[in-house]
Nanobody
Framework: QVQLVETGGGLVHTGGSLRLSCTVS????????MSWHRQAPGKEREFVAA????????LYADSVKGRFTISRDNDKDTVYLQMNSLEPEDTAVYYC??????????????WGTGTQVTVSS
């Protein structure tokens, strides 16, 4: 059974940084594209960033371009989201997802349970 566990969330002030991690077990991490999503209170879940199996191809939502960076370490079965210049609007539960495609196609097969990120003004 494939499991995704996110860590690294917390409380940070405006302008601060956090790095989220998502570790995958029970599957072949190197065969998955990985992505991050977030859901703020009262809003739908939205796409944040995605990365191909090799790390050579990435996608970002316009709202995070230039501030967030997605990366992965296939030796550690882990995907990261480095978040800089955080704003209160980034407050949300952040989820990672895995899809059984080498290139992101927005076809998610597995989800983590999420980690809370709160940015105070």
């Amino acid at each position: 059974q494939v499991q995704l566990v996110e860590t690294g969330g917390g409380l940070v002030h405006t302008g601060g940084s956090l790095r989220l991690s998502c570790t995958v077990s029970g599957g072949t991490f190197g065969h998955y594209s990985m992505s991050w999503h977030r859901q703020a209170p009262g809003k739908e879940r939205e796409f944040v960033a995605a990365i191909s199996w090799s790390g050579g191809y990435t996608l970002y939502a316009d709202s995070v371009k230039g501030r967030f960076t997605i990366s992965r370490d296939n030796d550690k079965d882990t995907v990261y989201l480095q978040m800089n210049s955080l704003e209160p609007e980034d407050t949300a539960v952040y989820y990672c997802a895995a899809e059984r495609n080498l290139i992101p196609r927005y076809e998610y097969d597995y989800w983590g349970t999420g980690t809370q990120v709160t940015v105070s003004s």
